[in-house]
């Protein structure tokens, strides 16, 4: 007998003599999905954000977002900033700064030559799908043009998101996800709730341990 | 006392280590700081909710039902994990997960290994087993990191060097790494960062666990702070996650609840840095991320923890270290005095079953029967009554001493029955006069003797109050 058909019958033996129906995830949610907001939601993400050790920055329009990023990289030190293509439309153009687009990368070189570049004070940016009050988190997703080390092998990354994707509560996003997930294609996405941290010596709190040192959210109220 | 003599100490001697560490100051200064810290931040987020213990109600009932349809959940799991391009193996118990990793490491010619933070992988001793196959498996959360450089288990769920002060840690890294010493937690967390990065753009493979699995999409979900976890999973060619059978959660609706559950439990974090939601290997056009991705789906005992009618709701346990932090038995001797990779309350009730009645048949007495640890969990698992019931069965299996088996079926029978609770006071206070006497150590073998119990009150505290409560 294989360790499948041994590890499942064993559990069949239980779930027969149990007889217990399989919960109604929907109904058992739609009691709890709701959170009661007295104070104002994108004033909440904020300070909720902040609280987890990641920094929030606010624009109303393109131009003033791309001047935001570039203040941003020249207060860090950073050398440049790597983003999809799609963030510097959002963007309205590249920002005045060594700007390397995420296309660039992958026809430039190896993965080896994208690692190098990222971990050479660079600053990731990525769009973030929605954002989320009560824990102060961004959704991000990998994409062809937005790879994962680049929002981790980076010393800063910076989430863009719309200032109306903000949701008051994580299980908002439960249907969304259970559409991104329904296809059979592979997916990866992300909840950034803060940088890299940890505090395993004394619970002394150290930013960027083994990823970004800095995360921030910029808005767009646009 | 007679009983101690009867009953043989299981070889992982808790009464020594118990003793051990009871006298260790360092160690009770760091462990009441890390868990009252804990506790404190805990409380505050929990306190966003008003409907908190609604969200623990509807959680405890989700993986009910789904434990109560495990077959079900993960033959769905495996389909759709296999559909988006993963290879899912199943491991009957921990010898068949050791070698399912060595096959598999083998093949894609495996020499360095980089590890994220998982319990289920100390329970199956992956990275001691790699290491005897003269592979390098390094632990690359920054606590598994030290206690892995130091040669010692962790004795945390979630907070694996919490016995360590910052002056061993400097002493650890001058020793091993050959640095300057430090003690500056900065400085050392970037010196571990330097080395670690090196590890993540050479390893060969990335291990790590799972904290849900997502039956309906065939999704994992990694739950961290540091960034490991995603390093792991984003630069090797070959990713392998190791999961428990009862990881299962039915869709990603209900994954949404746990995930605030958790954090806030664990941490007292809203939610963590880093929650990544992983279904199959990169996609084809992808720049990074794992050509493979490797699922093993371990049973090693939790078979038996199902069969156990009163048992199988520990497999409800999302390993978020509430009752562990919570428990004042925890809060004193830590985890090490356990002598087994599951500590605490949780640990105490399956450690039994998936690391053997020999290792751990005695941890369910290193507990006070506060009930604190069943009133903290998020999942609403009734920790208190699963001690009682695991104390019963060691007595069961020992034969037991007469006196202490009469003790327990009563009470028992008081836990169960509300109104019965003020004669289980009674029943303490008489236990005391039996065993008390003048060498007052506790009926229970082998777990105090150089511990003064303090007697049992002669009046207890309900009785008190009813006398002089009333008087204001
Ligand atoms: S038993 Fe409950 S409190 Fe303890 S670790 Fe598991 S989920 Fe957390």
């Not at chain 2, 080395?195 to 904290?211: H, M, P, T, Y």
């Amino acid at each position: 007998m294989s360790d499948r058909e041994y590890i499942l019958s064993r559990i069949r033996k239980t779930t027969a003599r149990v007889q217990k129906a399989a919960p109604d995830a929907a109904s058992i949610m739609g009691r709890i999905s709701s959170v009661p907001h007295t104070a104002d939601v994108v004033d909440t993400f904020i300070q909720r954000v902040e609280h987890a050790g990641g920094k929030v920055g606010r624009s109303k329009d393109a131009d003033e977002a791309r001047q935001w990023i570039e203040a941003y990289i020249q207060r860090y030190g950073l050398k440049r900033c790597v983003a999809p293509d799609a963030v510097f439309e959002l963007l309205g153009g590249r920002p005045e700064t060594v700007a390397v687009s995420t296309a660039e990368l992958s026809e430039r070189g190896t993965a080896h030559d994208m690692q190098t570049l990222l971990l050479d004070a660079a600053c990731g940016i990525t769009a973030a799908h929605a954002g989320f009050a009560d824990c102060g988190a961004v959704l991000i997703e990998t994409t062809p043009d937005s790879p994962r080390t680049i929002s981790l092998l980076v010393e800063a990354h910076i989430a863009i998101l719309r200032t109306a994707d903000i949701h008051d509560f994580l299980p908002g996003i439960g249907p969304f996800l259970q559409h991104q997930f329904s296809s059979s294609e592979p997916r990866n996405l992300t909840f950034v709730g803060g940088p890299s941290k940890t505090a395993d010596i004394e619970k002394t709190l150290v930013k960027g341990v083994h990823g970004p040192r800095e995360f921030t959210v910029l808005l767009l109220d646009f | 006392m007679s009983g101690q003599k009867k009953v043989q100490v299981t070889p992982r001697n808790l009464k020594l280590l118990v003793q051990e560490r009871i006298y260790n100051p360092q160690l009770r200064k760091n462990l009441s700081r890390a868990t009252s810290t804990t506790l404190a931040k805990r409380a505050d987020v929990v306190a966003d909710f008003t409907q908190w213990e609604e969200m623990r109600s509807a959680a405890s009932e989700i993986k009910d039902g789904v434990i109560a349809n495990l077959d079900t959940y993960l033959e769905q799991f495996e389909e759709n994990a296999v559909s988006a391009g993963a290879t899912v193996h199943w491991a009957a118990d921990a010898q068949a997960a050791q070698s399912i990793v060595y096959q598999i490491l083998r093949d894609c010619d495996a020499k360095l290994v980089v590890k994220s933070k998982s319990m289920t992988t100390e329970e199956i001793r992956l990275g001691h087993f790699l290491e005897e196959q003269g592979i390098e498996a390094v632990e690359t959360d920054l606590g598994e990191y030290i206690v892995q450089l130091a040669g010692e288990l962790p004795s945390h769920i979630t907070a694996p060097a919490l016995h360590k002060s910052r002056e061993e840690i400097g002493e650890l890294f001058a020793k091993k790494l050959g640095i300057d010493r430090t003690n500056d937690p900065e400085a050392l967390t970037a010196i571990a960062r330097d080395v670690l990065r090196e590890k993540f753009l050479q390893a060969d493979a990335g291990i790590s666990g799972v904290n849900f699995a997502v039956a309906d999409s065939g999704t994992i979900c990694i739950v961290e702070n540091e960034g490991n976890g995603r390093l792991s999973t984003a630069l090797p060619k070959t990713h392998i996650a190791v999961m428990g059978i009862e990881k299962l959660l039915p869709d990603m609706q209900s994954l949404t609840l746990f995930l605030q559950l958790l954090a806030r439990s664990s941490t007292g974090q809203r939610i963590t840095s880093y929650t990544s939601l992983i279904r199959g290997p990169k996609a084809k056009d992808d720049l990074d991320g794992p050509e493979d991705l490797h699922i093993i789906i371990l049973d090693n005992g939790r078979t038996d923890i199902l069969e156990d009618d009163d048992l199988r709701e520990s497999l409800n346990c999302i390993r978020c270290g509430a009752c562990l932090n919570t428990c004042p038995v925890y809060q004193t001797i830590g985890g090490h005095s356990y002598g087994t990779q599951y500590s605490g309350p949780i640990g105490a009730v399956i450690s039994p079953s998936l690391l053997g009645v020999e290792e751990a048949g005695k941890m369910p007495y290193a507990s006070s029967l506060c009930g604190a640890c069943a009133e903290i969990c998020p999942v609403q698992i009734d920790l208190h009554h699963l001690l009682l019931h695991q104390r019963r069965k060691y007595i069961e299996r020992q034969g037991g001493n007469p006196a202490e088996r009469l003790l327990f079926r009563l009470w028992m029978m008081t836990m169960k029955h509300a109104a019965l609770y003020s004669v289980s006071g009674l029943l303490g206070r008489l236990a005391g006069t039996i065993f008390g006497g003048s060498n007052r150590t506790l009926p229970v073998p082998g777990w105090s003797k150089s511990r003064e119990f303090p007697a049992p009150a002669p009046k207890s505290f309900k009785q008190l109050w009813k006398e002089h409560g009333s008087e204001r």
